[in-house]
């Protein structure tokens, strides 16, 4: 059974950082691209960050960029999200995602963590 | 980046009933295009994938069809466990997006 299990989240204050991270388990987790997207209270979806699972990519939203950064370490089955200079704007649940197929770029959102939420606020 | 418009924003219907929601993009996606249930409090749910492929374990009142610009996804008999709202998902060019959604509520 796969199963994305998400952590790091709380209260940061404009400026600050924190760092999320999604342990996974059940599947070749090296052998899959992976996704943060984040809901805003009351709001819609939005892809973050992915990367494929040799690393060989990263791509951002224009909204992060320079200031998220996305990393995973296959020996621990472990995604990681670095988000500095935090704004109020970035308050959401983050979500972690897997991928539906191997070897494949971000596409299609087959699993998805509960969600940790990260509050910016002074 | 792609732009995915979604209508209606909402809609109310009565168990039995046959729903539909639109997702418009903003260039040709050919059918790279899936579909997100959300329900309250929970992480959204693949239910379509590629325009019109279901998802395993997913019921067959749930359909979808399109290609290019226009997509159109379908509860063939809603029930009252289909309360959540529901996202069009691109995935031409990265960065993957998303419509704004769609919530159906239960009359």
């Known amino acids: 059974e796969v199963q994305l299990l998400e952590s790091g989240g709380g209260l940061v204050q404009p400026g600050g950082s924190l760092r999320l991270s999604c342990a996974a388990s059940?599947?070749?987790?090296?052998?899959?691209?992976m996704s943060w997207v984040r809901q805003a209270p009351g709001k819609g979806l939005e892809w973050v960050s992915g990367?494929?699972?040799?690393?060989?990519?990263?791509y951002y939203a224009d909204s992060v960029k320079g200031r998220f950064t996305i990393s995973r370490d296959n020996s621990k089955n472990t995604l990681y999200l670095q988000m500095n200079s935090l704004r109020a704007a970035d308050t959401a649940v983050y979500y972690c995602a897997k991928e539906q197929w191997q070897m494949t770029s971000v596409t299609t959102l087959e699993y998805w963590g509960q969600g940790t939420l990260v509050t910016v606020s002074s | 980046d792609i732009q995915m418009t979604q209508s209606p924003s909402s809609v109310s219907a009565s168990v039995g009933d046959s729903v539909t929601i639109t997702c418009q993009a903003s260039?040709?996606?050919?059918?790279?295009l899936n579909w997100y249930q959300q329900k309250p409090g929970k992480a959204p749910k693949l239910l379509i994938y590629e325009a019109s492929n279901l998802e395993t374990g997913v019921p067959s009142r749930f359909s979808g069809s399109g290609s290019g610009t226009d997509f159109t996804f379908t509860i063939s008999s809603l029930q009252p466990e289909d309360i959540a709202t529901y996202y069009c998902?691109?995935?031409?060019?990265?960065?993957?997006?998303f419509g704004q959604g769609t919530r159906l509520e239960i009359k």
């Open positions: 059940g599947f070749s987790f090296s052998t899959y691209a």
């Open positions: 998902q691109q995935y031409d060019n990265v960065p993957i997006t």
């Open positions: 260039q040709d996606i050919t059918n790279y």
């Open positions: 990367m494929s699972g040799s690393d060989m990519y990263r």
